[in-house]
């Protein structure tokens, strides 16, 4: 299997959402891993701009060939903008996990994203996944 990919200035999460801060807004995504587990994406559906999520609730819904899986919000956060690109094509993802970005949060708190793990010991979870 080809090297995953794990971007540093990240933080992760175990349900593998990815979290990048830009000033007062937390982008989230799906790791590398997760789109290469799911395999070819062909439909995701995500939370509306406005809506408040909860840390660990369901955000969106990600359908591949394969399976369909949640997205969960790794924070407790508000809804700013959603990637209506990815909604359109959702092979984006598969492409590049990313930048193709799945929503952008405001209204969080950091202490929340400062307990997700950093690039290092998400490599090490995925390592002892097998």
């Given at each position: ?22 000033g ?41 060939v ?29 492409k ?35």
């Amino acid at each position: 299997m080809a090297e995953l990919k794990v971007l540093e200035g990240y933080k992760y999460t175990q349900k593998h959402e990815w979290i990048k801060l830009e000033g007062e807004i937390a982008i989230l995504g799906i790791t590398d891993y997760a789109q290469n587990a799911l395999g070819d994406l062909v439909y995701i559906d995500l939370a509306g701009v406005g809506k408040k999520v909860t840390k660990d609730s369901s955000c969106g819904t990600l359908e591949s060939v394969k399976a369909a899986e949640d997205i969960y919000s790794p924070i407790d956060a508000e809804v700013l903008e959603r990637n209506e690109a990815v909604i359109k094509d959702p092979s984006l993802v598969n492409k590049d996990a990313y930048s193709a970005w799945m929503l952008k949060l405001k209204n969080f708190s950091l202490s929340q994203i400062d307990s997700l793990m950093d690039s290092t010991k998400y490599k090490e979870y995925i390592q002892s996944l097998g």
